[in-house]
T-cell receptor
Framework: EDQVTQSPEALRLQEGESSSLNCSYTVSGLRGLFWYRQDPGKGPEFLFTLYSAGEEKEKERLKATLTKKESFLHITAPKPEDSATYLCAVSILTGGGNKLTFGTGTQLKVEL | GAGVSQSPSNKVTEKGKDVELRCDPISGHTALYWYRQRLGQGLEFLIYFQGNSAPDKSGLPSDRFSAERTGESVSTLTIQRTQQEDSAVYLC????????????FGPGTRLTVT
């Protein structure tokens, strides 16, 4: 069974304090790994897709990396507006479509 | 352009009633997905539509759940004889094609069954 596990469940950082969120996955064949950001009361907002081990993508203060077993979302010098729940999801090679299996998320709080 | 829209934003219903949730995908997006997000749990896949192909219903939790899509536009998710465990946020997403393209989510419908 495909599984996605995110850690930590919650993370509190001071503004400017860099850290990383982890997403470990067990799938039969990875098609893609996705990172989303979700603010309270809103739908997930797409951040990155990673397809193969060694791939990295960056956007502002965020950088996502991928290995064969896990992905990291690195947050450099975070600001309070980075506070949100960060979701990781995978899609697999077998079967049609691109249905995503999600982890339960990491709730990030960045304080002044 | 406009994003994915969903209606209603909130729905409170009594146990045993039927409900209909609506999703308007991004224009031109051929793939449409429904997910459910229960409190403290990850998003769960429910159903996916791609063009005129038969939908993938593998995530529907029971036969009380059904969905339809009109061509490549609006979709409705229907829950019959609602139960308290159906309380959740129901999210719709659309994407250009069904490969690894990113999915764009709507704001969701919060369903509360009393």
């Amino acid at each position: 069974e495909d599984q996605v596990t995110q850690s930590p469940e919650a993370l509190r950082l001071q503004e400017g304090e860099s850290s990383s969120l982890n997403c470990s996955y067990t799938v039969s064949g990875l098609r893609g790994l996705f990172w989303y950001r979700q603010d309270p009361g809103k739908g997930p907002e797409f951040l990155f897709t990673l397809y193969s081990a060694g791939e990295e993508k960056e956007k502002e203060r965020l950088k996502a990396t991928l290995t064969k077993k896990e992905s990291f979302l690195h947050i450099t010098a975070p600001k309070p507006e980075d506070s949100a729940t960060y979701l990781c999801a995978v899609s697999i090679l077998t079967g049609g479509g691109n249905k995503l299996t999600f982890g339960t998320g990491t709730q990030l709080k960045v304080e002044l | 352009g406009a994003g994915v829209s969903q209606s209603p934003s909130n729905k409170v219903t009594e146990k045993g009633k039927d409900v209909e949730l609506r999703c308007d995908p991004i224009s031109g997006h051929t793939a449409l997905y429904w997910y459910r997000q229960r409190l403290g749990q990850g998003l769960e896949f429910l159903i996916y539509f791609q063009g005129n192909s038969a939908p993938d219903k593998s995530g529907l939790p029971s036969d009380r759940f059904s969905a339809e899509r009109t061509g490549e536009s609006v979709s409705t998710l229907t829950i019959q004889r609602t139960q308290q465990e159906d309380s959740a946020v129901y999210l719709c997403a659309s994407s250009l094609i069904t490969s690894s393209d990113e999915q764009y989510f709507g704001p969701g419908t919060r369903l509360t069954v009393t």
